[in-house]
């Protein structure tokens, strides 16, 4: 009878489900986006940023195999764009669709707001506990090929170490959570 229950819920609340998982889509990488761009940044990380996102000339004495994985880099950087622009369109379309209908609407951002937080809390667990293997998991999926193994006195290596993304990775994952909050926060003042 509960199996039956949580079914009928599912099937109710399709649309607010999806919502949130365009939503948690949408806000993490939006909170990449505004991490990169707002990031203190050396000469060599900013010179090496430009090429990947404006295709800009690089002066750095990368190795072919180094830029052969900055190329897949600026691939996924791309596809990123996208991902997050058709996000950002799904969630927009969901919430002009429910805007009339008051209840679906406030679930569909309290979900949302929910589903962002847990899972986002779940990533920086699993990246407290071991960063670097979390780090080696993302790699293994984004880059198969498996080109992104350097030492550790590459340039590449020497420009974006560890350290920085541990740091780009607590900003991200701090606003990702700030964004959840606000729809939580929404779905309230909507409910009142």
Request: hydrophobic share 55%; with cysteine.
């Given at each position: 009878?509960?199996?039956?229950?949580?079914?009928?819920?599912?099937?109710?609340?399709?649309?607010?489900?999806?919502?949130?998982?365009?939503?948690?889509?949408?806000?993490?990488?939006?909170?990449?986006?505004?991490?990169?761009?707002?990031?203190?940044?050396?000469?060599?990380?900013?010179?090496?940023?430009?090429?990947?996102?404006?295709?800009?000339?690089?002066?750095?004495n990368y190795t072919s195999a180094e830029i052969s994985h900055l190329q897949d880099v600026q691939v996924l950087m791309n596809n990123v764009?996208?991902?997050?622009?058709?996000?950002?369109?799904?969630?927009?379309?969901?919430?002009?669709?429910?805007?009339?209908?008051?209840?679906?609407?406030?679930?569909?951002?309290?979900?949302?707001?929910?589903?962002?937080?847990?899972?986002?809390?779940?990533?920086?667990?699993?990246?407290?506990?071991?960063?670097?293997?979390?780090?080696?998991?993302?790699?293994?999926?984004?880059?198969?090929?498996?080109?992104?193994?350097?030492?550790?006195?590459?340039?590449?290596?020497?420009?974006?170490?560890?350290?920085?993304?541990?740091?780009?990775?607590?900003?991200?994952?701090?606003?990702?959570?700030?964004?959840?909050?606000?729809?939580?926060?929404?779905?309230?003042?909507?409910?009142?």
């Open positions: 009878m509960l199996k039956f229950k949580f079914i009928n819920r599912l099937k109710r609340n399709w649309i607010s489900i999806i919502f949130a998982l365009f939503l948690f889509t949408f806000l993490i990488l939006f909170a990449y986006k505004v991490t990169l761009a707002t990031s203190s940044l050396s000469n060599n990380q900013q010179e090496t940023i430009d090429y990947l996102n404006y295709n800009r000339e690089i002066s750095l764009d996208y991902t997050l622009y058709l996000s950002l369109l799904i969630c927009t379309l969901i919430l002009t669709l429910q805007r009339r209908k008051k209840e679906k609407f406030r679930r569909s951002l309290l979900y949302g707001g929910v589903i962002t937080i847990v899972f986002t809390f779940l990533i920086l667990v699993i990246s407290l506990i071991s960063f670097t293997s979390a780090f080696n998991f993302f790699h293994r999926i984004f880059f198969p090929q498996g080109n992104w193994l350097f030492s550790f006195n590459s340039l590449l290596i020497q420009t974006f170490s560890l350290k920085f993304f541990i740091d780009i990775s607590i900003r991200i994952f701090l606003i990702t959570i700030f964004g959840g909050i606000v729809f939580i926060i929404l779905s309230r003042l909507i409910k009142r």
